[in-house]
Structure formats: C-alpha cells, structure tokens
C-alpha cells in the first residue's frame, strides 16, 4: 500500500474523513486526479499540488450541523439571540437577566437600601449622587466569551483586557442556562458586601483590595462609572465559568466606588426618581 496524494493540507482532522486513497502510485500527471492541476514527481511517486484544496461537501455540511446545533442548544438553555447575532454563545434572556441583576442592586445601593457588612447597628452604605444605569454591550460581552471559554475559573490579567473590568464565578452544573448561572453569579458578587463591608467614605483603597474576606466583586458591580456591561457563560466539564465584564473599569485604586450625595442629584441628563439610576 503506497500513500497516494503528497499535500500540505491547511486544515485537517475533521470527523469521519479520509486520511489518504489507496490505489496504484502514480507515473504520469493524468493519474493524479484528486485535485485538478496536480502533478506526478516520479522519482517517488507522489502526486503534487500546491494549491487551494476545496471545502469537500461533508465539511460544509458539518458546519451547518455545528450552527444547528449551536441553534438547538441556545433554545435548550433559554432563548433566541438578537440583541447580539454576532456573539452565538449567549441569549437574550441571559443578557437581560445579567442588565436587570446589576441594576437592580445598583438601584437599591443609590438609595441606601445596601447594609454596609456587619456593622453593630445595621447601618447602609451612603445614598449615591451619581449611579447610571447600565446598559448591554456587545463587545464586552464577545470577550467575556472568548475568555469563558478558556476555562480558566479565575480572572484573567489586566494587560489583556485593557479598558475592561472584570467579575468570575464558577457554576457548578454543565450546559448551564445562562439567566439561572448570571443571576446566581450576580447574587454571589453583590453578597460579598454583607461578609465583611467597606469604608464609609466609599474609597476603593489599597485595604479594601487587600481584604481577606474579598469585595471586589461587589466593589465593580457598584462602581459608578461603569456603564457597559457584557456577559459569557461557557461549560467546562462539569462546571460553566461565568465572566462579566464592565467598561469603563471599576476597581480603581484611591478613587470613590460612587459619589456620595442625594440620590440623583450628580446626574447630568435623566434620572428615575423610582430606581435612582442616572441615564
């Protein structure tokens, strides 16, 4: 048995196909026939081509069968995808379970609904001048994606999301849906605030980055500033890795996590008396 074709092939592996043809070795251009235009080298028998190879009619219909697929799965885990088309890997109902989680904790934060940790007599956290409504992004949410997807159940250095806050969680159930895994994480995040507590002046300050019962989560969450918000939700093995991210950063060193003052009364344009939140 002799190896029929000599290609340098850009892409490979693909399930259930060929490795190579069996059959006589060549002696002349003619026999070659697998792709048009190769050439036999006889000294060793092996055809040649040194062009593109065509997208073979099973790969094709495997990627229709991969965005099928992707298709079933978002209406298994909770939707149909619109607000971001360009983004497969998350629903609309996950955005807008992840948008209404943050701000309706960041409502509740701007009129002093928040306890601030376990303080003797209960005390909330200031009223905010200033807290803005989110809203979805796409782009924030295409890297939260792609960094979901590496699996790596921490969060992902700075450098390599330049402009971009960040929150992880790690849900323990495969093939999550991502409004149940989002709102379970958002919970998780907002929660840490009621562990321990920040300063009164509300200074993300180099104590607070360092506590040992850890605030960052809810410190982003809470953080003013921050306007943009997206979200990803992948599966790794047993588990789903949550990753939000915000833009702008929160998580400053040595600056406020939100102005404090009468609620609204920092807004530049609209607010909502009934949520707080500028727009």
């Not at 497969?88 to 379970?97: L, N």
């Not at 701007?110 to 989110?134: C, D, E, Q, W």
């Not at 949550?242 to 609204?264: E, F, H, M």
Request: aromatic share 10%.
């Amino acid at each position: 048995m002799i190896l029929f074709p000599k290609l340098c092939v850009s892409r490979g592996g693909y399930p259930h196909s060929v490795l190579y043809e069996t059959g006589k070795a060549c002696t002349k251009n003619k026999d070659c026939t697998t792709y048009k235009g190769s050439t036999c080298e006889q000294a060793d028998h092996l055809c040649v081509f040194t062009g593109k190879p065509p997208v073979p009619g099973w790969f094709i219909h495997f990627l229709f069968a991969q965005k099928c697929q992707t298709q079933a799965m978002n209406k298994i885990r909770g939707g149909e995808n619109k607000m971001c088309r360009g983004n497969k890997e998350m629903t609309d109902p996950g955005r807008k379970a992840a948008l209404e989680a943050h701000n309706k904790r960041r409502s509740q934060l701007a009129k002093g609904k928040v306890r601030n940790g376990k303080n003797p007599n209960n005390k909330n956290l200031p009223t905010a001048s200033f807290m803005a409504r989110m809203e979805y992004d796409c782009e924030a949410e295409a890297g939260a994606i792609a960094y979901a997807s590496t699996c790596a159940f921490k969060q992902s250095p700075q450098k390599d999301r330049k402009g971009y806050g960040e929150n992880v969680f790690v849900y323990n159930a495969p093939n999550a849906v991502p409004a149940d895994a989002l709102n379970a994480a958002a919970k998780k995040w907002w929660d840490q605030i009621f562990l321990d507590g920040i300063n009164w002046e509300v200074v993300f300050k180099q104590s607070l980055r360092d506590k040992k019962i850890d605030q960052k989560g809810f410190t982003q969450m809470a953080w003013a500033n921050s306007i943009k918000l997206g979200c990803g939700v992948q599966t790794c093995g047993l588990k789903s890795f949550v990753v939000c991210r915000y833009s702008p950063a929160g998580n400053v060193l040595n600056q406020t996590i939100y102005p404090i003052g009468d609620v609204c009364s920092g807004c530049v344009a609209a607010c909502k008396d009934t949520d707080g939140l500028c727009m």
